[in-house]
């Protein structure tokens, strides 16, 4: 979930030349201030706090307040039981809502992208992080397929080529340091890949032109698979939340996790209507959404008009 500006990474980073005791000093001031929260008191939040403290991707978050493209790879690619029983890790990767969703966006992702591969195509990974969705296909039937993969951070190709390099295919991998709004490549592709940008990105104008950024890249015919956050029922009456697939003592951990202790920066949620309107403005027909159970993170698939 690697997102930036065109010239400053937004997901994560910001914040991480703050003294890591100054931060948490920070934290414990905001919480204590805030007072209770429903269900919750001073007490449990900064008890949560010090859980967070305990172990790695707790303190990365309370640093950067987003996911960088390790730590997202880590998180999609994460094995059940990996993680002590009954720690807050182990709830943070196997039971909190969010994590459940983006998790199994990426199993959709890689249906999809699976399902979309072509002899001789050319698939682009916009912002790519590690690339997992693509890196981790089945090319066994495609050994001439060249992949395409762009982001503003460093450390995001550096981790890229790595895995490229661990999955047989760096002979077939190209990347690039780039901004997702301009991206620099000439050559056209046949699939264009995003996950994680618009999630972080409030400017509705500024997503629409991102996706007309993918548009542009693709080939007649060629198909964008990206997703989007959807709102919570709180925030919007046209929430697509389904109650029933949701754990709703973890969700409410899950809000006091992200929003009220870290206050994560993956906050621009939106509709399906808006963004089938957002994907219709920038050119896009045929546009399909596969939701996964709880319908927070929707993967879409969407067609440029051709062949």
Known sequence: MTGHTST?????????????????????????????????????????LDELTGFELGRFLLINRGLNAQWTHRVVTYIPGTAADGSLEQTVFEKLPATLATRERFGL????????????AVMASVPCGLMGELLLLDYAQHQDVRLMGIDLDREALAGAATLASQRGLADRVSLRCADAWQPGFSEEADVVT?????IYEPDDARVTALYRTF????????????????P????SAESPWHAAAIDHTALALQHLLFVRIIEAKWSAFRTHAQTARQLEEAGFE??????DRARMFPTVVARKAGR
């Open 232 to 235: 919570p029922p709180a925030l």
């Open 286 to 291: 045929d546009i399909r959404f596969i939701d």
């Open 194 to 198: 995003s996950n994680g940008l618009n």
């Open 109 to 120: 992702f890689r249906t999809e992208l699976q399902a979309l591969l072509r002899p001789g």
């Open 215 to 230: 548009f542009e890249m693709l080939k007649p015919g060629g198909h964008l698979v990206t997703s989007f956050l959807t």
């Open 8 to 48: 400053t990474v937004i997901s994560h980073g910001a914040d991480s030349d703050v003294a890591w005791e100054a931060r948490l000093e920070a934290i414990r001031g905001r919480l204590r201030e805030g007072g209770d929260a429903p269900g919750a008191s001073v007490e449990r939040q900064l008890a949560l």
